[in-house]
Structures are given as C-alpha cells and as structure tokens.
C-alpha cells in the first residue's frame, strides 16, 4: 500500500470518528469504536491525537459518580475549538448564523437584503458586509472559523458554487461563494435547502446508520435530497435532486421553472393556492406565495370535507406517489423522507399517495422501502447548512 493511500485512509476514519462523536456524543470510546467499525486500537489512536489537538474533550460519566464498578469515560467534542457561519438566503432576508464544532447554532440574526433587486456584485459585496458585521458582535469567533455554508432554495450547482436559478435571486448563475472565500481565507459551501434538510436528518441518531435514502420537500416548493452511500449525492454537475421539476405530465399544469407538467406544477404550496382559486373565492395573495396561514386555511376547509379541495390534495397525493416510485425504481433507496411545510396536510395525501406507488411501480419492488413522514421544522435548513459546513473540520 502506498504511503497516501494509508494517509487517506486515516484521513477518512479521522473524520468518521469526528461526525459520529457529533451525532452520538459524549460517548463511551468502545461505544465510538461500535458505530465507526474502528478497531479499537485505531480509535484510541485517532482519540488520541484528537485529545493532544483540543478537539476532543473527556469527562467521567455520571455513572462512575454514583460508585458502580469502573468510572465510564465519556468523550465529546470540544464545541470551542472551531466554528462555522451559516447564511441562508430567502427572498429579501439573509438569516446569519454561527455553528459551533457540535454543530449547535450558537448565535442568529436575521437581516433584510434585498436579494431580488442587487446584481450579482452588489449581493456579494452586501453579504461580505453582513457576514463580516455579524461575526465581529461575537468576539472570539473568527480566529476560529473553518469555513461557510450558504444555504438557498433553488438550483444550485454545489461544485462551482453557483445558483443556477432560485426563487430568492433574479440572477442566474450567480456565483456566491468565491468573494466571501477569499474574504474569510477559508471554504465555502453552498447547498440547496432540500440538500441541507436530507443532511440534517441524516445527522439524526436514528437514521445515522441508513446509508441510502431520499428526501423530499414539500411546501413553497417541491425539492429532493439524495443520501448515497451515506453522504449528500450532488451529482457530476453539482445540481442533483431535482425532483420537484421531474415530470409527472407531458401537458399538464404550469411549473414555477417555466416548464409544464413537473410534480412540483401538482403539489407546491402555489400550484395548490392556484388549483383551488380557479373555483373558489381565496384570498388575494403574492404572485407565488401564499402565506402559511393562507395554506392552513385551505387544508382546515378541505378537512371539513370540501369536495374539490380533498379532490386536490388526493391528485397531489398521487402524484407524489408516482414521484415516489420512480425514485425507488431509479434508486432502491432504504426508505424515502417526506418532510417540508406541506406536510402540515400531508393526512389529505397520505392514501394517495401509496396508491400513486402502487399503481406506478411493478409489485415485487412496492413495500420494499418506507415511506415516512417527518415533522417540519424551519430551523432544518440552517442546522443542515451548518452541517454541511463542518465537513470541512477535519
Ligand atoms: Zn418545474
């Protein structure tokens, strides 16, 4: 074995053991040596040399206090030793945030920008200016920064650090990370919110071990997360999973991206609002975003039974459902994810749903992966950027 083949390897179970204290700790180093499948003299090796740097700190657990057999040393991250600075762009908001080497968000602000009307120089140089402002309220940290993230709906290609297209932005291909990388000296992450939430639910500690798993979102939009082999698949031009803007038909109803027919022209937010206003009397709303509490009246008047309004969310439903196999027959993924804002009306699609898989899939493939539910937290996309960010930490 050549010498940077060995250097690789402990490279890469160096950073094994570093997520895996993040999700799992302070935990037992033999415990550590389980959920890695290090050996044990490779665990305390890299423990070690963790330790010698201050990336690691040990304490004795509670346990050994209480005087039962051999005090249980407990090792955990050093949260101090580095941190990390999120943005996340929305349409004329940045949220700034500060993650700590646990991945905890220590700090947040959240600041108006006007990301709809700067060209591509002005927003760089306005999110330098914001970054640098937000870092400089909280001293002691950007001696410490590893890197950014930078976390936005939309295309994103994650290789070049461009937004191809978003919601957020009127430009196209506007490259965002260069000028803050070289501001700050260090790299910068960007990421789609899909990307950041199948990140951050993979972060959980019961999905941890799943190595092969799809997200999607559901809610303003309609985005996808691939999970492959236990990392974040961008794909080979960076812009994987878009798979709102996968077809579900050739003619059907207007998509937010300019073309017809995608799952997300079906199930987003505004096709729903859209659907729902050809026949009804809604309230006035933003072009293409009608408001949470504009949504929750809309499943509240379905759920008392309106006839063409359940007739909606059960076409969303299935046609999620049909999304849903085409991923399991592209990817034979463990389990499939829904999550994102429209899952507040997820019971309306729900039956749908499985029908769409079982009327689009060859029988002996239904069943094979769980579709599950999970409950939608706005702070999943900044924990998710700021875990993206830290892979840098090595
Ligand atoms: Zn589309």
Redesign the pocket.
């Given at each position: 074995m050549k010498k940077s083949d060995t250097e690789q390897i402990r490279a890469a179970n160096r950073a094994d053991l570093i997520t895996a204290l993040r999700v799992y700790g302070p935990i037992a180093r033999v415990e550590l040596g389980r959920l890695t499948q290090l050996s044990p003299a490779t665990v305390t090796a890299i423990t070690a040399e963790l330790a010698e740097e201050g990336v690691i700190l040990t304490r004795e657990s509670p346990e050994a206090r209480q005087g039962r057999g051999r005090p249980r040393v407990l090792i955990d991250l050093n949260p101090d030793r580095g941190c990390v600075l999120g943005l996340k762009l929305s349409i004329n908001e940045v949220r700034l945030m500060l993650g700590d080497l646990k991945g905890h968000i220590v700090a947040e602000s959240v600041v108006k920008v006007k990301t709809q009307s700067l060209d591509e120089n002005s927003l760089n140089a306005e999110l330098v200016r914001q970054a640098d402002q937000f870092i400089d309220a909280h001293p002691g940290y950007r001696e410490r920064l590893v890197s950014l993230g930078i976390a936005v709906q939309g295309f994103v290609d994650t290789h070049q650090g461009r937004v191809v297209w978003s919601p957020a932005l009127n430009l196209r291909q506007a490259n965002l990370t260069d000028a803050l990388a070289e501001h700050f000296g260090c790299p910068v992450e960007l990421a789609n919110d899909a990307n950041c939430i199948a990140y951050q639910i993979r972060r959980q500690p019961q999905h941890a071990d799943t190595q092969n798993f799809a997200v999607i979102m559901i809610g303003y939009g309609v985005g996808g997360g691939l999970i492959v082999n236990g990392d974040v698949y961008s794909g080979h031009f960076g812009a994987a999973a878009e798979f709102?803007?996968t077809k579900y038909s050739h003619e059907g109803p207007q998509?937010?991206?300019?073309?017809r027919g995608?799952i997300?022209?079906y199930i987003a937010d505004y096709a729903l609002y859209r659907d729902a206003s050809a026949v009804m009397e809604v309230a006035a709303t933003d072009r293409r975003h009608p408001s949470e509490k504009q949504m929750q009246k809309l499943t509240a008047k379905a759920r008392e039974g309106d006839a063409y309004l359940t007739g909606l969310f059960t076409q969303a439903g299935r046609v999620l459902g049909y999304g849903i196999a085409n991923l399991m027959a592209l990817m034979s993924p463990e389990r499939v994810v829904v999550t994102g804002p429209g899952i507040r009306a997820y019971d309306l699609m729900e039956a749908a749903v499985h029908e769409g898989i079982e009327e689009a899939l060859v029988p002996e493939l239904v069943g094979q992966a769980t579709v599950e539910a999970w409950p939608w937290s706005e702070d999943m996309t900044g924990q998710g950027i700021i875990a993206l960010a830290l892979r840098h930490f090595r």
């Open positions: 709102g803007h998509c937010a991206c300019g073309k995608c997300e022209a």
